[in-house]
């Protein structure tokens, strides 16, 4: 099983400011197989990128993804105030389907 | 539009069982391979297990195998997740989703259309 571990736990940041996620497999993953999503409270996930590096449709140009080998990275260039939630990186490159822990964006 | 809309969740007793659903409409349901996903209360997101569109291609995170049961019925649109010996921490907001329109055949992918997600709670 792939473990995906994401850091840092808490990101507290002004509006405006950049954010970098990470997210570390336990193994190597093609990057072709990594997604991010974003999740506000008492809704569902949010599809963000997939390939590591492909916006979801509908999705600002603000977010991008980057990495390879075991090391994936969530940019968010600016941070706008709908943008603070909790985002989770998958990895699908082979079963089980395995998620993050998390990393929550959060105004400082 | 794509809609997912999941059912059947509830109270339940350690060691019971529960069948959970969900219909898709706005896109062909055989078409498309199907997942569950659960996030216990304040907890981050656990796959579950998913089915392929209509070649019987199943998958299961250890978690479920030997307990849940996934299986669909296209000609209702439905998808169900049948779990039983259940225990506390199967607690969960258990959701289903489906993979974006040029992923419908991958079983093992990521989700582009998430239902909004139906509680399933065990305690005595």
């Known amino acids: 099983e792939v473990v995906l571990t994401q850091s840092p736990g808490t990101l507290s940041l002004y509006p405006g400011e950049r954010a970098t996620l990470s997210c570390r497999a336990s193994q190597r993953v093609s990057s072709v197989y990594i997604a991010w999503y974003q999740q506000k409270p008492g809704q569902a996930p949010r599809l963000l990128m997939y390939a590591a590096s492909t916006r979801a449709t509908g999705i600002p140009d603000r977010f991008s993804g980057s990495g390879s080998g075991t090391d994936f990275t969530l940019t968010i260039s600016r941070v706008e105030p709908e943008d603070f939630a909790v985002y989770y990186c998958q990895q699908y490159g082979g079963s089980p389907l395995t998620f993050g822990g998390g990393t929550k964006v959060e105004i400082k | 539009e794509v809609q997912l809309l999941e059912s059947g969740g509830g109270l339940v007793q350690p060691g019971g069982t529960l069948t959970v659903s969900c219909v898709g409409s706005g896109f062909t349901f055989s078409n498309y391979a199907m997942s569950w996903v659960r996030q216990a209360p304040g907890k981050g997101l656990e796959w579950v297990s998913g089915?392929?569109?209509?070649?019987?291609?199943?998958y299961y995170a250890d978690s479920a195998k030997g307990r849940f049961t996934i299986s669909r019925d296209n000609s209702k649109n439905t998808l169900y997740l049948e779990m039983s010996n259940l225990r506390a921490e199967d607690t969960a907001v258990y959701y289903c989703?489906?993979?974006?329109?040029?992923?419908?055949?991958?079983?093992?992918?990521?989700?582009?259309?998430w239902g909004q997600g139906t509680l399933v709670t065990v305690s005595s």
């Open positions: 989703a489906k993979p974006r329109g040029d992923r419908g055949y991958q079983v093992l992918t990521h989700f582009q259309y």
């Open positions: 089915i392929s569109g209509s070649d019987g291609r199943i």
